[in-house]
């Protein structure tokens, strides 16, 4: 099956889930969660330094991973061009798929604008290193590129799941709870943005199995978060896997098994072709490896 094929079987499914989310979407705005009384212009001849940092009564105090963590979690927002771009090219900009991504869009947009204001109020981040790390990653415009339709759903459910867990995760660690808070919000609505592509996934699954599986195949083994185009992203990557913030065990815990074994129920899909079932046997050996070298590293960390 083709990916216009697909799209086009999927539509129905694709309008219910939109009304769905429609129906359980909260409206929220940015400004009223942005702490700027807290703010004050800054001196461009001035170096940003981390006792800058106004994090209210919690004071200046964030561990440089968490920071780093905030620093990814808006580089990646701000690629919102590319990730449409691509969406729209693979499901179309018409009926349900088209509804919902320029929805989806507007949603990640709120996600940038609240991010960027309280990282500028309280002055988390380095606003310099910030911005020229912004139009680095804009003007590279690397984004993950899905070879067809099919892997894009396994990949883009997964993906807003393991961005939920970075915000979430680096909110806990935050010493502001303005800062948790925005965090937190921010994960609630990636959550919706999961359930939504996994249960297009989910309804891939019953209209060809053995495509879906082998996009799986192909999601599960070259799954990487966007911000490969991010400044210094191999060290801060490290640095946020250290604190516990996103790992390979967290990836395995709670991104792979809980949508390959329990919602998408892989074991038990039938029907599939012999490539497929191929591919079936490899994302279980992947998935395994994964949970072993995750464990390992984690055991690392904690005896270091």
Not at 115 to 143: C, H, K, N, W
Not at 149 to 169: C, D
Not at 188 to 199: A, G, I, Q, V
């Amino acid at each position: 099956m083709n990916d216009l094929t697909l799209i086009a079987e999927l539509e129905p499914v694709a309008e219910k889930l939109l009304e769905r989310h429609m129906g359980v979407a909260k409206e929220w705005f940015p400004h009223e969660m942005v702490p700027y009384s807290r703010g004050k212009d800054f001196d461009p001849n001035h170096q940003w330094v981390p006792e800058d940092a106004d994090f209210g009564d919690a004071g200046s105090d964030i561990d440089e991973a968490v920071r780093g963590a905030l620093y990814f979690n808006l580089l990646t927002e701000d690629n919102l061009p590319y990730y449409f771009r691509d969406i729209d090219r693979l499901f179309g900009n018409d009926t349900a798929f088209g509804a919902w991504a320029r929805n989806w869009t507007a949603e990640e947009g709120r996600h940038s604008i609240v991010m960027r204001d309280y990282f500028t109020v309280t002055r988390a981040v380095d606003p310099v290193q910030l911005e020229r790390a912004r139009m680095i990653q804009v003007r590279s415009g690397q984004v993950p590129a899905p070879l067809d339709a099919f892997e894009a759903l396994s990949y883009v459910s997964m993906q807003e799941l393991a961005t939920r867990i970075s915000h979430r995760n680096t909110g806990k660690f935050m010493t502001d709870p303005v800062g948790t808070d925005i965090m937190s919000r921010v994960g609630n609505d990636e959550n919706l943005h999961y359930l939504f592509y996994r249960d297009l996934t989910a309804a891939a699954f019953e209209i060809d199995p053995s495509a879906t599986v082998l996009g799986l195949d192909r999601a599960v083994s070259t799954f990487a978060m966007p911000g490969l185009g991010i400044p210094d992203f191999d060290r801060i990557s490290k640095a946020v896997a250290k604190v516990g913030i996103y790992d390979l065990l967290i990836h395995h815990d709670q991104i792979l098994e809980p949508c390959i074994r329990r919602h998408w129920k892989l074991e038990e899909v039938t029907g599939l072709s012999d490539e497929a079932e191929r591919a079936r046997e490899n994302i279980f050996k992947q998935m395994a490896r994964t949970q072993k070298v995750g464990k390992r590293l984690a055991g690392d960390r904690v005896n270091a």
